[in-house]
């Protein structure tokens, strides 16, 4: 989806707010949400796809607005409720006010699901990324989408996260790194000697 | 119902909602929380830059194991103890003059957990993950890391499966030092390539 967390290329957020050093963790909860997490996310029948899609799904103001772990936290209590596990009710009851949640998923589940392990591309070739900004879960960043660039490496075929997130299950698919100039994905506004080099599944890309 | 800004209710502390989500799991048996706790010990205790800085430094003094570390990093890596999780397909990517690295993930925070740890929180916040890609070099410079005109930024993504780490260029004026003394001056921020060392 073209949500909030798919920052690549935005504007607006100043400088960073660099630590050389910091805690692991600064606050207590924040270990417990991370404990949250590795715990309970199968158990619930949860995947990486779908954490991370719980957390996309995130009221945008509530994103920007709140802790790396509240994130987590927003996202992961979300898959609970959903996989009937907890009720919004009781979680209000027990935390003692507002306990807000990630909106319902959007997303469909992609039509093609077959299993691929064979790359079509050569290390060399020119491809351009399909441009079809779906409304669940993807890890094709907008800020390529639709862009032409340069295959680097062949990485072995990998799960599809944009099943996986919607219930698909394993399908394997061919996955690349590809080169982008500066130029192409920012045109007038990027920079000469700059690359940026983004991990495609086959699916995302078409010959350029 | 889940984003409702109109709620009657106060928003509960943060401390107050993971209370609540953790009880509620702890007595329908899905979290056990001392077996967890365990990991996150681990995370505590093993994980960090200092797992990254040894591969590094046996980079920088092993000529065969360079070779073997920027062909297969995750074998390479695994040589020195260090897989798992976050780790599972480690690229590694060499600075060089002409070159340098720079890692981000724009989409949420993959970060190499065997060999640096957790992410620490500006690489997870949005000012980082969405200029990294954008404005490297002016991003780099205003972080006090000049990367002169001629050389090459290299941005990675990690959108996918790939983790990846920064091999840096050993400083001059090194040739003394033993591999362990060469791991002491090895950053986190060099192998993610916000710093030259």
Redesign the interface.
Known sequence: MDGV???????G????????V?P?F?E??E??????M???LG??GGNGGMF?HS?ER??PA?Y?SS??Y?HW?TG???L?VEAG??S?E???R???????????DRGVLPGDLTSRTTPRYAVGDRVRVREWHPSGHT???R?VQGKCGTIV?I??A?NV?DIEAHGGGFVADP?Y?V?FTSRE??GD?G?D?????????ERYLQEA | MSADHHHPQELAPVEARIAAIESVLVEKGILDIDAVDEIVKHFEDNLGPMNGAKVVARAWTDAAYRERLLSDGTAAIKELGFSGPEGDYMVVVENTPQVHNLVVCTLCSCYPWPTLGLPPKWYKAPAYRSRAVREPRKLLAEMGTVIPDGVEIRVWDSSAEARYLVLPMRPDGTNTLTEEQLAGIVTRDSMIGVQRL
């Open positions: 967390h798919d920052l690549g290329g935005l504007d957020f100043g400088p960073v707010e660099h630590k050389t910091e692991l600064d207590d909860w270990r417990r949400t991370f404990r949250f590795v715990g309970s158990p619930l991370r957390i995130m009221d509530h920007l802790p790396y509240e936290l992961v209590t979300t609970a596990a907890a919004v009781e979680l209000e027990r935390a003692g006010g507002h306990f807000p949640l990630s909106r319902p890890r094709a960043p800020y490496r990485d072995p990998a996260s996955l790194s080169r994905l920012w506004g920079a000697g700059e690359t940026v080099h983004v991990d495609l599944f």
